[in-house]
């Protein structure tokens, strides 16, 4: 079963408007959360994290938003430009494990 | 640092071949991780080592897979015999230290074709 879901695989979005990327889990147990960009014949690199304890967490451009009570996170983009456009996988893990389950990943394509 | 390196970077064999995909971690990293990533599953752990020695198996599909860690620069994820279902990019990972909030770091990948 898939605990961590990103159930939009591709988004298309204007360079300077707004990406938001989504991502549902379904563990409760799950508190801690982190965001992987992928450009094509690469591996994931880490772009963002958050722990449970807050609902948000800002890096420059990217933006983090956990909503607990919903099980819900999502990354914002603002504003989008070209480089952008890669593969983007949420990941969650909790306090009792080392493993991180992942998404299956979002296809984000900045149209310049 | 060169990073985690993969090889070979693309892999097409017959269904009932045995395949072997090879990693070498960062040097430094006691973690090591191997993951497989397909369309309708995602990004998936397979198995992870510490300072060599295999620690969590678990998401290792069948005993048709099997991995090992010689040392602490090389690592081996076999198949065999390989089926065309195993078709996928595999992916190795390092980190420093398990603790979650460690990054790992992931080679380029292995695209398998099994035909």
């Known amino acids: 079963d898939q605990q961590v879901k990103q159930n939009s695989p591709s988004l298309s979005v204007q360079e300077g408007r707004i990406s938001i990327l989504n991502c549902d889990y379904t563990n409760s147990m799950f508190d801690y959360f982190l965001w992987y960009k992928k450009y094509p014949a690469e591996g994931p690199t880490f772009l963002i994290s958050?722990?449970?304890?807050?609902d948000k967490n800002e890096d420059g451009r990217f933006t983090v938003f956990l909503n607990k009570s919903a099980k819900h996170l999502s990354l914002h983009i603002v504003p989008s430009q070209p480089g952008d456009s890669a593969v983007y996988f949420c990941?969650?893990?909790?306090?009792?494990?080392?493993?991180?389950?992942f998404g299956t990943g979002t296809s984000l394509t900045v149209i310049p | 640092d060169a990073g985690v390196i993969q090889s070979p970077r693309h892999e097409v064999t017959e269904m009932g071949q045995e395949v072997t995909l090879r990693c070498k971690p960062i040097s430094g990293h006691d973690y090591l991780f191997w993951y497989r990533q397909t369309m309708m599953r995602g990004l998936e752990l397979l198995i992870y080592?510490?300072?060599?020695?295999?620690?969590?198996d678990s998401g290792m599909p069948e005993d048709r897979f099997s991995a090992k860690m010689p040392n602490a620069s090389f690592s081996t994820l076999k198949i065999q015999p390989s089926e065309p279902r195993d078709s996928a990019v595999y992916f190795c990972a390092s980190s420093f230290r398990l603790h979650r909030t460690d990054t790992q770091y992931f080679g380029p990948g292995t695209r398998l074709t099994v035909l």
């Open positions: 958050i722990s449970s304890i807050k």
């Open positions: 990941a969650a893990s909790s306090n009792t494990g080392n493993q991180f389950y």
């Open positions: 080592f510490n300072n060599n020695v295999p620690i969590d």
